[in-house]
């Protein structure tokens, strides 16, 4: 059986949920699973309804009435009046109605994931009765109930066994009897609460059932023709990667590149399951593919840009030299505000780290370090990562840009600029 995921580039309007139901009608021999991600940027939309709900601001029901517009719309488009769909998608919004009736009082976390869920839900929905409408017979499933993880909201981690578990459980029948339609990017609590397993999670989630179920294949469905060394929205002249080794596709995510999300590789190594990366306006070209014995080929340095940065000074209040004691304390209080490092460094009285800007994990970070710590900040600032670098590619991208942080090792530089 194979895995598709198809993210929200691909779905963004009727024309993609068609051009998705002409992807897998090719595929009508195999036994299919569809992950399916939000359409377009609603997860974007409905992170700024969560804002705006916590805050309370005067635009919340305005921000909720425009994400229900871009979906109705969209139906409008593909399906008669009086079709189910309208009601299945109705519904998915009233749990947003409900969830905003009221004054916030659970963690900020927590109704993000509660809120911004909701755009798989709807978009799986709108997928499935499309594909049946053309003639292929789907069934949607709730991945919320196969996908279990601990109460880590935003970052759920996934319960291997229970979620093994209930995968065999139900979708081999199912599969048996037609392509399965479900969410990515979602997972659920064992008090059936929902969790988000972090931005752009819906490639993990493929990579999960595909180990669960043994797939012959996992292929995400990208509007690039594969994984390139560097991003073209910001980079000229990219080239394509044909093949790419395990390793090196975990660098690559490690480091922050937005291709691939970065815990998506480790279950299909460990299970030997190659990884597709294929357009889906040129279904039938090559793609990318990520095996074991992937061949590595670099005409060009690899170019990972890291954007809405900010970097964290850290020193002791005494003026005392950075020990192993202070950065225990220090990974301690990242740790309990999930702030992922994406760079460190380390000199006598300062310990330095980057990482992504999130609002409110930040100011909640901030205020736990300068208990103990003086604390000095930039944010607004880019992380730039060249893999197989060149002294002549560093200098190029670093060339009128102020560099706050550099790191240099064999295969890797990181450089933190303005």
Known sequence: MLVFK??????????????LASVVNQYTDQQLLIVVSAMGKTTNALEKLTRAYVNQADDMHDIFE?????????????????????????????????????????????????IVSIGELVSTRIVSAYLNKAGIKSQWLDVRGYIHTDNTYREGTVQWDKTRESINKDLPNMLTKGPVVTQGFLGGT???????????????????????LSAESVTTWKDVPGILNADPKFFN??????????????????????????????????????????????????????????INKFEKPVIILKQNQVLVSISAKDYSFITEDHLSDIFGLLAKNQVKV????????????????????????LADLKQDFKVKYNNGLSLITIRHYGDSSLKELTAGKFVLLEQISRNTAQVVVR
């Open 6 to 19: 198809f993210g929200g580039a691909s779905v963004k309007d009727a024309d993609g949920i068609i051009n």
């Open 66 to 114: 425009e994400i229900k517009k871009y979906h109705f719309d969209i139906l409008h488009q593909l399906f008669e009046n009086g079709h189910p769909v309208f009601d299945d998608v109705a519904n998915a919004f009233v749990e947003i109605d409900w969830a905003i009736e009221d004054e916030p009082h659970d963690s900020y976390d927590f109704i993000y994931d509660q």
């Open 190 to 212: 064992s008090e059936n609460f929902t969790t988000t397993l972090g931005r752009e999670g819906s490639d993990y989630t493929a990579s999960i059932f595909a180990a669960c």
């Open 237 to 294: 002249d990219t080239v394509k990667f044909d093949e790419l080794s395990y390793t090196e596709a975990i660098e690559m995510t490690y480091y922050g590149a937005s291709v691939i999300h970065p815990k998506t590789i480790k279950p299909l190594q460990n299970a030997k399951i190659p990884l597709l990366v294929k357009s889906f306006t040129d279904p039938a070209a090559s793609g990318t593919i990520i095996k074991e014995d992937g």
């Open 342 to 365: 994406n760079v460190m460094q380390t000199s006598a009285l300062s310990f330095s780290v980057c990482f992504d800007y999130y609002e409110e994990r930040f100011e909640k970070l």
